[in-house]
């Protein structure tokens, strides 16, 4: 088993703020779009007045389709960005009341993850001296990192989990999510209704980080970009008479083009018993983060981690005995999961 809190690069610390907070409001994921929002060359002190627009559009824009956005029964603040939806107060009465309530719980708790606070801070609280924040070098070390526009798509795809388990009404770590083929989306029932949750290339990438499963080379989120990631079978599609659930979660990786159809691609081959170890730790990792995948794996693979791995290493096996061809691509980069 491996460890995947270790990697010190910055933007695991601040995955680990948006993936693995417990969310009681979906503050922290507008507070992390706002700062997304800053234009790069302003002063490191931001003042709230300043931070209250884009916090407050984002919030106003997820309220438009999910009305739920914290798990107690009301609050002042969300009401208000209700009302400026319906056009009952102006973006100047929002502003004024963002900055006095809405940054209350969200600036202490941001740094916050597992009840700790993790070592490297991306703002420091200035309310009292500054009436704002300071960005930290941190955050901006970040805002140059080539993996930056992915976090922009990633903390969506987490809000819009978040924010769908409460709609449901029930534990988000209850949702059975599935994948939709035609669309790339991530998807549960309710009411015997199809409801899209998130893009299944957002939501993967919280564990590949922006490199392709199996080959470790660079791979984006962004639609239009060349280098957009496919969403892979791991075991192939082809295989889908003899394996269960094929288009489960736990079977969907995401590929760079070379590996998935390149020349020296993997088509319908089996990846390597190397690859299978990679895919069970990428599968543990989901399930012991707080993300919304965790009850799906369990219920599309087992119950403990040596019952997953004995579902996979079976699927594996019956996977192997009718394609029979193994594939494993040269690594493109070092192997960070
Ligand atoms: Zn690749």
Redesign the pocket.
Known sequence: MRFYQVDPVLENYWRGIILFGKNVASYKFALASALYDLKRDSSDLILLEDLAVPFSEHLCRHLQHAPKQITSKNSQYLAACAQFNANEITPDELRAITVRRGFNNVIDAFHIVNNGEIEKRFFIDERKTHKGIRLTENFHHLTERPQFRNLIHETDARWNLVEQAWAMGVSRNLIAVEYGEDDQQLFSIHNDRRVAIASCRDSLNGYQKGH?F??Y?PISLDAGHEGLADVDHFIPWMARKSVENINGVWNLVL??K??NRGKQGKFAHVPSLNLLKRLHSRNEYFINSHLPLRETLIRQTGKTEAQRSDFLNKVWNTAQQTLIHQWE?QA?GPDIF
């Open positions: 392709c199996y080959c080379a590929a760079c070379g590996c691509p493109a």
